[in-house]
């Protein structure tokens, strides 16, 4: 379900960290609105969230306190959609 692999990043280096996309204001740090913002190739984890999405959806109601709104959405989307779900349960963790 997990990998890593090389990909593009935006990088502050004033910050030394990346950055969202959001977080990047006319190709400078939001931050720093004076530090351009570089690409750098980092090595990455990557999910396989769309490949696994039947069997997530399959065993959500394992999970203790799902809430049964994304629980029920992520049922009738399409596989963005459920990848999204997935994504949105994990970043309220």
């Known amino acids: 379900m997990a990998y890593r692999k090389k990909s593009k990043v935006n990088w502050c280096p004033k910050c030394a960290t990346v950055l969202a996309n959001e977080q990047v204001v006319g190709g400078n740090c939001w931050r720093h609105e004076d530090t351009p913002v570089e690409q750098r190739e980092l090595e990455q984890w990557f999910l396989r969230i769309t490949k696994y999405a039947d069997e997530l959806l399959r065993d959500l ?6 809430r049964k709104k994304f629980a029920s959405c992520s049922r009738t989307g399409s596989d ?4 999204r779900w997935w994504i949105s349960t994990l970043e309220e963790r």
């Open 80 to 83: 963005a959609a459920k990848a």
């Open 61 to 66: 109601e394992k999970l203790d306190g799902c």
